[in-house]
């Protein structure tokens, strides 16, 4: 489980340290306070992509380490294992992940003090953690991920993955024999073409699928970035930095409605409403000054980000539409140039290879889609009582299992002995979702009749589902709860109590019914803000908890019977 976080200098973090619950962790605090930050720093520790604007302004580097307890039992074997063929082997009870970025663009992983490339901080987190962040469920409309979920619940990863290798060994030998035929003079000028193809490519270094995005939004903040400066400083001059300011003169007002509303109600509640007014102006005075101290105007960077766009429009247009489009075309382009040379007698053995590779598939294929459909079966059922839990009572869900048909297929059911079903780098099965809200609806694609409370509960019940069956030793939710509440709520709580008796459990919520759980040995933590420190995160004890769900049932005036409210929640909760 993972026992403690630190981060230093991240995002609006200055330095925090979080030592975690075993069982149910709740985070809470108010909109804007960092609570998602804590989940970003997370992910950052377990191999996600960094970048220099999570460095903290004034910083010149950030640094995020996360300790988790691993014991000798059978169930952390997976992670002995994975450490030892690693060269990473500890008889330690304890493994230590730290990830540090620093404003140079360098940065540094390392597991149990030894350094690592960053691809294996992600390899081992995701034996560690499964993080469900706030739009993790939109994932759940891409058709791609269904499979996914359905190969997690039947244990078919590693099928899978062999699959996905015989796949593209056999690509690989099929580009190889495009080239046998031709000739000499054809076969030079071809390899020359594809030198310098691939020269071009590689030199480009091609990492993030996302760049040219990130890169057209650097673009349009470093063109803008005086503009925007002069702009937001001005605003912030007029809220609280000139002689004359707003809030000063907000501050003379409220002390003249508070003299005065001790004579007339009506001005009381005028008062109440100005203050939530003026204290909102103080929060957005003090965004204000930091985003203002961090703009940067930097005609050089500038001039970077822009050569680099050329670059890559450049490369889209000659090679394809997307990073990953590219990056397809230079495999490709490299399984060429390797088989270009291939002599005839090479060709024949080349075809043989593949012959036995595709009998290899065939075999896998067959395999893997027995054992989906009768995993199917097993998830529909235990998926629809989760769902039953969680207030969706009528609702149906149906995995369904379809092969496709075509050219490129090599695959004959007997069956259907006049097509050729094709099989993917993953299988034949093209694997779908379909839900009706109740048992007369006509069943049809999850994308298209879920709404967002729907995709949360749906996704909360399939996790829950599959780690009974694939256990991961940590869990986070953030914002599981968005788009439920009232009765919904509590029973999205409930289910967060049945996750955390088998996994630890880290949620953040804004909800009081949620936040008001007191499952055994329940952490409830507060994020909050500070101008000098930043974000700043406490475990709260019983009587402080009385008082955060009274803010959040009551809002930032805490009132008597908020807090009676309070502790209702937590008596009847317990």
């Keep these: 489980m993972l026992s403690d976080i630190y981060i230093k200098d991240f995002a609006l973090i200055k330095e925090v340290r979080i030592s975690l619950g075993s069982t149910l962790n709740i985070i809470?605090?108010?909109?804007?306070?960092?609570?998602?930050?804590i989940l970003g720093a997370l992910g950052l520790v377990l191999g996600s992509k960094a970048t220099t604007d999570l460095i903290r302004s004034g910083s010149?580097?950030?640094?995020v380490e996360a300790s988790f307890i691993i014991g000798t039992s059978e169930k952390y074997q997976t992670i002995r294992d994975f450490l030892e063929n690693n060269g990473l082997s500890s008889d330690e009870d304890y493994l230590l992940l730290k990830r540090e970025i620093t404003t140079e663009g360098k940065g540094r992983s390392f597991i149990n003090a030894r350094q690592v490339p960053v691809t294996l901080l992600k390899e081992i987190g995701s034996y560690l953690v499964d993080i469900h962040g706030q739009n993790e469920h939109q994932n759940i409309l891409k058709i791609s991920a269904h499979q996914s979920i359905l190969d997690r619940y039947a244990q078919n990863n590693n099928k899978v993955e062999l699959l996905n290798d015989l796949y593209y060994q056999r690509q690989k030998l099929k580009q190889k024999l495009i080239s046998v035929s031709l000739s000499e003079e054809e076969k030079n000028r071809r390899l020359e073409i594809l030198s310098h193809e691939i020269k071009e490519i590689e030199e480009a270094s091609l990492e993030d699928e996302n760049e040219i995005d990130e890169l057209i939004l650097r673009e349009k903040s470093l063109s803008h970035a005086e503009s925007i400066l002069r702009d937001?400083?001005?605003?912030?001059?007029?809220?609280?930095?000139?002689?004359?300011?707003?809030?000063?003169?907000?501050t003379n007002s409220e002390k003249t409605l508070e003299k005065n509303s001790q004579y007339d109600n009506d001005i009381s509640d005028l008062l109440t409403s100005f203050r939530e007014a003026f204290y909102l102006l103080e929060d957005v005075a003090g965004t204000l000054r930091q985003k203002k101290d961090s703009?940067?105007?930097?005609?050089?960077?500038?001039?970077?980000?822009?050569?680099?766009?050329?670059?890559?429009?450049?490369?889209?247009?000659?090679?394809?539409?997307?990073?990953?489009?590219?990056?397809?075309?230079?495999?490709?382009?490299?399984?060429?140039?390797?088989?270009?040379e291939l002599s005839s007698e090479e060709a024949a053995k080349t075809k043989k290879d593949i012959e036995d590779i595709e009998k290899k598939m065939i075999e896998i294929a067959e395999e893997l889609s027995v054992r989906r459909r009768e995993a199917a079966a097993s998830l529909e059922e235990k998926v629809k009582k989760e769902l039953n839990d969680l207030g969706m009572e009528n609702t149906r869900l149906r995995i369904?299992?379809?092969?496709?048909?075509?050219?490129?297929?090599?695959?004959?059911?007997?069956?259907?002995?006049?097509?050729k079903y094709i099989i993917h780098p993953s299988g034949l099965d093209i694997v779908e979702i379909l839900i009706a809200?109740?048992?007369?609806?006509?069943?049809?694609?999850?994308?298209?009749?879920a709404s967002g409370g729907e995709m949360s509960r749906i996704m909360l019940a399939l996790k829950k589902v599959i780690i009974d069956t694939d256990p991961v030793?940590?869990?986070?939710?953030?914002?599981?709860?968005?788009?439920?509440?009232?009765?919904?709520?509590?029973?999205?709580?409930?289910?967060l109590e049945q996750v955390s008796a088998n996994s630890q459990v880290i949620v953040i919520t804004h909800l009081h019914q949620i936040a008001g759980l007191t499952t055994t040995d329940i952490a409830h933590f507060k994020v909050?803000?500070?101008?000098?420190?930043?974000?700043?995160?406490?475990?709260?004890?019983h009587e402080q908890r009385i008082q955060e769900i009274a803010r959040m049932v009551g809002g930032q005036e805490i009132t008597d019977s908020a807090i009676q409210h309070a502790k209702t929640i937590l008596n009847s909760a317990s």
Aim: hydrophobic share 30%.
């Design 473 to 495: 030793f940590s869990m986070v939710f953030d914002e599981v709860d968005a788009g439920v509440g009232g009765r919904i709520a509590e029973s999205v709580g409930k289910k």
């Design 437 to 449: 809200a109740s048992e007369n609806d006509t069943l049809k694609p999850l994308r298209k009749i």
């Design 232 to 250: 937001i400083s001005q605003v912030y001059s007029d809220l609280n930095g000139s002689e004359n300011n707003l809030l000063l003169r907000m």
């Design 295 to 340: 703009i940067m105007v930097d005609p050089e960077q500038l001039s970077i980000v822009r050569e680099r766009l050329d670059l890559l429009h450049n490369l889209q247009r000659k090679y394809g539409k997307s990073i990953s489009e590219i990056k397809q075309y230079l495999e490709k382009a490299k399984r060429e140039h390797e088989g270009i």
């Design 400 to 419: 369904s299992i379809k092969w496709e048909y075509g050219e490129n297929g090599i695959y004959i059911h007997e069956k259907n002995p006049e097509k």
């Design 28 to 37: 809470t605090g108010e909109t804007g306070a960092g609570k998602s930050i």
């Design 528 to 541: 909050s803000k500070d101008v000098e420190a930043g974000t700043k995160i406490m475990r709260l004890n």
């Design 60 to 63: 010149t580097r950030s640094f």
